[in-house]
């Protein structure tokens, strides 16, 4: 880590709370139809809805409230009552309308590492709702670049990183995704940090075990401090 020029931190469930929101929005979704169906089976259909719609709708509040009214419509066969449907897009404003709640240490790890390090907030979602919950978390002034990424693969930080105009090897990604903040940026000679959060989005997980000596793992994001520091 003493080559470590530019961090970037993963936003949502790394900086602030994000998941348990959406999960408390698809109970409750699950709770409208379940005249039709058992909860289980209509998460497991949003689920579904949820990833063919990806590569159209891409991640955010917005793509995952048209999956809900799509995942609505095909379980009712286009005779659920419109008030459903206004139901569903109430409750997609409520998601955008959550409270942004900082994380245990957050703050206090991006003080410290201010000023010794250039700060990057790189984070995949909605542009305009992560850029909201970005101005109401108050911690844009500790970030010298914001990237909202349409997505968190290989290209994807290649791209992020020649435009930082950064060697691979002065990059550090911290995120609480395997998936998408720590494997593609390794396979790019990056180094990341995982900084596990108690609740993770079924897309992001993984399955098989990663035995990798370079991934470090987290409790706590302050701990990251103690690489750095």
Request: charged share 25%; net charge negative.
């Amino acid at each position: 880590m003493h080559d470590i020029k530019i961090i970037a931190f993963d936003a949502d469930d790394t900086l602030w709370v994000n998941e348990p929101y959406f999960q408390e929005t698809e109970h409750k979704f699950c709770a409208l139809l379940e005249d039709y169906l058992p909860h289980h089976t209509v998460s497991q259909e949003l689920f579904k809805t949820e990833m063919n719609n990806l590569p159209l709708y891409g991640y955010g509040v917005k793509g995952f409230v048209l999956c809900m009214i799509e995942t609505l419509t095909n379980i009712t066969d286009n005779k659920a009552d419109i008030k459903l449907v206004n139901k569903v897009i109430s409750l997609g404003k409520e998601l955008l309308n959550k409270p942004i709640e900082l994380l245990d240490g957050v703050e206090d790890a991006l003080k410290k590492l201010n000023g010794d390090y250039r700060l990057v907030m790189a984070t995949k979602g909605d542009l305009l709702d992560q850029e909201r919950k970005l101005l109401n978390s108050g911690l844009e002034k500790y970030f010298h670049h914001i990237e909202i990424m349409s997505n968190k693969k290989k290209g994807d930080y290649q791209k992020l990183i020649q435009h930082l105009d950064c060697n691979p090897k002065n990059f550090l990604m911290i995120g609480n995704s395997i998936k998408s903040d720590v494997i593609p940026v390794l396979e790019l000679g990056g180094n990341a940090i995982h900084v596990p959060y108690h609740t993770t989005w079924a897309h992001e997980q993984i399955t098989q075990k990663i035995n990798d000596p370079k991934i470090i793992q987290v409790s706590n994001i302050t701990e990251v401090l103690n690489y750095l520091k």
